[in-house]
Nanobody, 123 residues
């Protein structure tokens, strides 16, 4: 059974940094398209970043240049490095896995989801 377990969320001030992690079970992070999706209360989910099986990365324009998605194959873990954080980054971040192409993570669609980790950025 595929399991995605996020960690690393927390509260930071504007300009701060956080690293989110997603430990995967029964799915290899380098075998499928995976990514991160953010949800804000009262709003829909928004795709933030994706990392394809081939290693290509794509980002939402709002985070490009400040966020980096990566994977640790040895630990079967996906990461999201977030720098220069802004209050609008506040939300619950979900790890997502898409097992078959096309990869729809940036459209906030996926086959599997983690339970989410909260990120709060204060001004």
């Amino acid at each position: 059974q595929v399991q995605l377990v996020e960690s690393g969320g927390g509260s930071v001030q504007t300009g701060g940094s956080l690293r989110l992690s997603c430990a995967a079970s029964d799915v290899t992070v380098n075998g499928y398209c995976m990514g991160w999706v953010r949800q804000v209360p009262g709003k829909g989910r928004k795709g933030i970043a994706r990392l394809t099986k081939a290693g290509d990365t794509n980002y939402d324009a709002s985070v490009a240049g400040r966020f980096t998605i990566s994977r640790d194959n040895a630990k079967n873990t996906l990461h999201l490095h977030m720098h220069s954080l802004k209050p609008e980054a506040t939300g619950t971040y979900y790890c997502a896995a898409e097992l078959s192409p096309p990869c729809r993570v940036l459209a906030a669609e996926a086959d599997y989801w983690g339970q989410g980790t909260q990120v709060t950025v204060s001004s």
